[in-house]
């Protein structure tokens, strides 16, 4: 289902926003019989409510949507997503302005509301419209909100059907949707193309493990997006209990997040050179696995001690980033599902970060706040670096102790950007795990609209 913005006609329904704080001076403003009807049905503008007023046919006259206090607003975003959830069927039109509210951040929580998951049962309709409102750049919205969907489908979409294959076959579809240019390297390919972390994690899978590479735009700044594409991640021999498995569809939520923010970049035609790079694998039991206590050797010659196979994550991204590194980009991201320490820090509603600049972390920040996707930068904390560094090799995929263990994951994958001054690693989460206005239960994306954001300013755009 597209998510877009409908054109006006005369069946549009006026809708107006109105906030509790301040109501009374709100209702004061308003035509008598509104007023009226407002008063004898209680409504005071509560977060996520609505009034529908009748029509003189009968009908829905006008409508009125609530978006509660200031400090309820302050804790969430897409305050009228909450009231669109609510309203019957029908096209919207906004009267009477946005009381305060970002127009465009509201916009786009209306079509991210509307989103439905519905491949494996008849999903629920998507609710009510919105004319395109006036002022804002709603082709924009539209674009964002398609990539924002994309991500969100890919991860909700179970390993028996997004496996390495088929994650390749959605990068590829992309690619040939917007004349980018694509390649793909294979199972024992891996190897003689000197990608052998990559193969260690995913050779024990019936679904054989793949490096994907898109290119898009042939002038501008160079942009490379990394992003972790393990579609199924049982732990390996360091098997994860069942408790923890459940959720492992999500675990190429980095993948899908940079293949959106792929879409949205292409999309909205922004004049820079487009490289995403997906290493996609599934990391399986099996005769060929990877043991605790191998040692691996990196695209980057560097070797890595396997002192947990379920720390596979950073092993397949190292290998992509050395990639990524050598072309020296201008400006380099990673984005992975991959640590549960980023999760207890800072919980499953923001996008931790770590960047080697601090103007690419203000510009992140910036984008972030802008674009109502909130993100937390981390720090590299050099002290930590002794940490990931065992007796027998160079580097240790999971440092005993537990502690930290965002913050050496990203030190780790440091390790493997060493030409590319500019560098920004997101721990993201992928998922939503309780609805809210705008984010339905299930795959999420995050921080792709903070670094959309920032964009312009970081490449010059």
Not at 403 to 413: E, K
């Amino acid at each position: 289902m597209p998510l877009t913005f409908s054109e006006p006609d005369a069946t549009s329904i006026p809708l107006h926003i109105a906030p509790n704080d301040g109501f009374a001076a709100w209702s004061a403003g308003q035509p008598d019989r509104v007023r009226a009807w407002l008063s004898a049905t209680g409504f005071s503008g509560g977060l996520g409510s609505i009034a529908l007023v009748p029509g003189g046919d009968g009908g829905i006259g006008a409508a009125v949507a609530g978006i509660g206090t200031a400090a309820e607003r302050s804790r969430g975003r897409f305050a009228l997503a909450a009231a669109q959830a609510t309203l019957p069927q029908g096209t919207y039109r906004i009267e009477g302005g946005w009381c305060g509210l970002d127009p465009e951040a509201e916009a786009l929580g209306w079509l991210l509301s509307r989103h439905r998951f519905g491949r494996y049962k008849k999903a629920k309709p998507a609710g009510a419209e919105l004319v395109a409102p006036a002022g804002i750049d709603t082709a924009r919205i539209e674009t964002v909100a398609a990539g924002e969907a994309l991500t969100r489908d890919l991860i909700n979409t179970p390993a028996s059907d997004m496996g390495p294959e088929e994650l390749e076959q959605a990068a590829n579809v992309l690619a040939r949707a917007f004349a980018a240019g694509f390649e793909l390297v294979s199972g024992d390919d891996l190897l003689a193309q000197n990608l052998p972390m990559i193969h260690a994690v995913g050779r024990a899978a019936a679904r054989a493990p793949r490096l994907l590479d898109l290119r898009w735009g042939s002038e501008g700044p160079a942009l490379t997006l990394v992003g972790k594409g393990v579609c199924f991640d049982s732990g390996g021999l360091n098997i994860k209990p069942g408790s923890s498995m459940g959720l492992m569809k999500k675990d190429m939520g980095g993948a899908a997040t940079v293949l959106g923010l792929a879409r949205m970049i292409m999309g909205l035609g922004l004049r820079l050179r487009l490289r995403v790079l997906i290493p996609a694998v599934e990391n399986a039991i099996g005769g060929s696995a990877m043991r605790p206590g191998d040692v691996l050797t990196s695209r980057k010659g560097l070797t890595v001690e396997i002192n947990n196979t379920d720390a596979e994550g950073r092993l397949v991204l190292a290998d992509a980033l050395a990639l990524a590194d050598e072309e020296r980009p201008d400006l380099l991201i990673s984005m992975a599902t991959l640590t549960g320490a980023a999760r207890v820090a800072v919980g499953p509603d923001l996008a931790p970060f770590y960047a080697t600049e601090p103007a690419l972390a203000d510009a992140i920040r910036a984008g972030g706040a802008a674009a109502a996707d909130p993100v937390w930068q981390m720090p590299y904390h050099e002290p930590y670096e002794a940490m990931i560094e065992p007796e027998i090799a160079d580097l240790d995929n999971a440092p005993k102790g537990g502690l930290a263990g965002s913050v050496t994951a990203a030190l780790f994958l440091r390790r493997f950007v060493t030409d590319t001054p500019r560098y920004a690693h997101f721990d993201i989460y992928g998922w939503q795990p309780k609805a809210a206005a705008g984010r339905p239960v299930g795959g999420a994306g995050q921080g792709a609209r903070a670094v959309l954001a920032a964009l312009p300013g970081l490449l010059g755009l």
